[in-house]
T-cell receptor
Framework: DVKVTQSSRYLVKRTGEKVFLECVQD?????MFWYRQDPGLGLRLIYF?????MKEKGDIPEGYSVSREKKERFSLILESASTNQTSMYLC???WGQGNTEAFFGQGTRLTVV | DQQVKQNSPSLSVQEGRISILNCDYT??????FLWYKKYPAEGPTFLIS?????DKNEDGRFTVFLNKSAKHLSLHIVPSQPGDSAVYFC????????????FGQGTTLQVKP
């Protein structure tokens, strides 16, 4: 079974802190994604990566950055956390080519106070 | 600009009856569609998908119908069970084989015993 693991289920951080969200997948997937889920807005893509050290902006990249130093690990960084970044963050991965389903981690509920 | 839309935020049905969840899209280049189910505080799990070369795909109690001319798809659950109560997301695979998924806003399904 594909497993996508996010490092934390719940996080509470203060405004202005630098926040790291970690994601690891164990199926050698090329593509990895970070989404956030907010009520009424669905899942919105923040950043994605299709190879090690490669990254692409999604629909809402402002205030975020990412790092992919190893194929299995994709990190999301909030440079200076703000209250409007309080959300559910979801990591996903897929095979490299063709139409295929994405496998999601369990999510990280981040609260910025 | 919402390319994938789920216009019903919520749906309530009686156990044993049919649940029909709807989804509309605007981009005629989309050629692969997926449905995900999400429980609170968990990541989305893949349910069923359909390629644009088909108009129907069935998997047990779940059937997805695609009407390309209307740019509309629907998920039918028959018979509905209380354990089906969750948020359902429709998604389209972005053109270009990047693995990117574009999600709708989600529909919360409640199945009453």
């Amino acid at each position: 079974d594909v497993k996508v693991t996010q490092s934390s289920r719940y996080l509470v951080k203060r405004t202005g802190e630098k926040v790291f969200l970690e994601c690891v997948q164990d199926m050698d997937h090329e593509n990895m994604f970070w989404y956030r889920q907010d009520p009424g807005l669905g899942l919105r893509l923040i950043y994605f990566s299709y190879d090690v050290k490669m990254k692409e902006k999604g629909d809402i990249p402002e205030g975020y950055s990412v790092s992919r130093e190893k194929k299995e690990r994709f990190s999301l960084i909030l440079e200076s956390a703000s209250t409007n970044q309080t959300s559910m963050y979801l990591c996903a991965s897929t095979w490299g080519q063709g139409n295929t389903e994405a496998f999601f981690g369990q999510g990280t509920r981040l609260t910025v106070v | 600009d919402q390319q994938v839309k789920q216009n019903s935020p919520s749906l309530s049905v009686q156990e044993g009856r049919i649940s029909i969840l709807n989804c509309d899209y605007t981009n005629s280049m989309f050629d692969y569609f997926l449905w995900y189910k999400k429980y609170p505080a968990e990541g989305p799990t893949f349910l069923i998908s359909i390629s644009s070369i088909k108009d129907k795909n069935e998997d047990g109690r779940f059937t997805v119908f695609l009407n390309k001319s209307a740019k509309h798809l629907s998920l039918h659950i028959v018979p509905s069970q209380p354990g089906d109560s969750a948020v359902y997301f429709c998604a389209a695979s972005a053109p270009g084989n990047t693995g990117k998924l574009i999600f709708g806003q989600g529909t919360t399904l409640q199945v009453k015993p």
